[in-house]
């Protein structure tokens, strides 16, 4: 009963600290009260636009002695025995996924509350993430392609450096060769991103136990099912990319050509090589990625929220960076797994060997790091990727009229 009692003070502290943080956000003059007029701007902020009589009946709900006006303690008596997982202050400033764009799309979707989804910015919010990500992929596609040249052809025997690998591309195919693969890893954001998402909102109706309210656990699993989804649907364009960025000079004339010849030569099965480990990738992915930012999250609203719950952009970048470069650490040996089923496919006469036989002969070969083939070029691109995508998506949301 004691220790009961000791974690229900510490939920009540924290729920405080969150719920007076969000008070403090809709006191838009700081006179401690909050009147209908605050609640039609703050609400306008959200991209919900409210008439005064509306303001007026969501004020007086919380309103206890008839003034129009709520001051804090009449806030904290009504909110503090309610969940704080879906204070919209917290959630709008702590989105993640939209704005950083990596290379891999295996992050848990973003949260979009109804009224972003019943005014249309969530499409504006996808868009502006989906370009930046277009953008982002390009800037640092050289960096992405030497990836994928050492997950290939990189072993103990046969080591390659950045510095000769990037000498062999250029000797190859000129400096054009370093973008090869681009164009169809740029063309796959746009579809992956919309069906991961509406796949996202279903799941996310089918597994809440509280309509309404996602726990965490619940986020995990309908995340990692709609990337699942997602990645069903457009593994094909996964494995023209591996192929087109591994391509010679003169094999392919383009997408068209590369999905042709794999189809004549190989057969519908070619297109879904190594799709068992990619899969298998999403979890510990989305997993990590997830629980390391929710808890570098409630660490910095724990120690460091005092008047507002944003933490400036510097903190919301470096816990994204640090969450997706966890994730990516813990699901790469899978990724690389997947990449080398895909290429194999592709060389006449090599073995096809299954997913857990390739771990074995690499690890039995290599070592245990050989399945983190490629992984310096993969950390190099995280802080250009994350910069790149985050001033491109700065700019869309200014040019689709999203206001902050």
Request: proline residues 3%.
């Amino acid at each position: 009963m004691f220790y009961f009692l000791i974690e229900f003070s510490k939920y009540l502290k924290d729920h405080e600290k969150k719920l007076r943080l969000t008070f403090k956000s809709l006191d838009k003059n700081n006179d401690g009260r909050i009147d209908h007029m605050e609640v039609r701007q703050s609400l306008a902020d959200l991209g919900m636009d409210i008439n005064q009589e509306e303001a007026k009946k969501i004020l007086q709900s919380i309103d206890v002695d008839g003034t129009m006006t709520v001051d804090w303690n009449e806030w904290k008596a009504h909110f503090l025995f309610n969940p704080a997982t879906n204070l919209q202050e917290i959630i709008r400033y702590w989105k993640h996924s939209t704005v950083l764009d990596i290379g891999d799309s295996l992050t848990i979707p973003d949260e979009f509350t109804e009224e972003e989804k019943t005014t249309g910015i969530w499409w504006k919010q996808l868009s502006a993430g989906a370009m930046a990500g277009a953008v982002s992929r390009t800037g640092t596609a050289p960096l992405d392609r030497m990836k994928v040249f050492m997950q290939v052809h990189s072993t103990k025997s046969n080591k390659i450096s950045l510095v000769g690998g990037f000498k062999q591309m250029l000797k190859e195919g000129g400096a054009a060769s370093l973008w090869r693969g681009n164009g169809i890893n740029v063309l796959k954001i746009a579809p992956e991103t919309a069906i991961k998402f509406m796949a996202y909102e279903q799941y996310k109706k089918l597994l809440s136990s509280d309509r309404g309210k996602v726990r965490t656990h619940e986020r995990f699993i309908a995340g990692s099912l709609a990337g699942a989804t997602a990645q069903t649907a457009i593994y094909p364009m996964e494995v023209m990319k591996t192929r087109l960025t591994l391509r010679k000079t003169g094999q392919y004339t383009g997408m068209f050509d590369c999905a042709k010849k794999i189809l004549q030569k190989e057969g519908v099965k070619a297109f879904y090589k190594g799709y068992l480990p990619n899969i298998l990738g999403i979890i510990p992915y989305a997993g990590i990625d997830l629980a390391v930012y929710e808890s570098l999250k409630n660490a910095w609203l724990a120690n460091y929220a005092k008047d507002s719950a944003n933490p400036g952009i510097l903190v919301l970048l470096g816990c994204g960076t640090m969450s997706s470069t966890c994730g990516q650490l813990t699901s790469y040996p899978l990724a690389l797994i997947r990449t080398r089923m895909q290429a194999a496919a592709s060389i006449e006469g090599a073995e096809q060997m299954s997913m857990n036989r390739m771990v074995k002969k690499i690890v039995e070969k290599e070592g245990f790091f050989g399945l983190y083939r490629g992984i310096l070029p993969n950390f190099m691109k995280v802080i250009p990727a994350v910069s790149i995508s985050y001033v491109v998506y700065e700019y869309m949301r200014s040019g689709l009229g999203i206001q902050k």
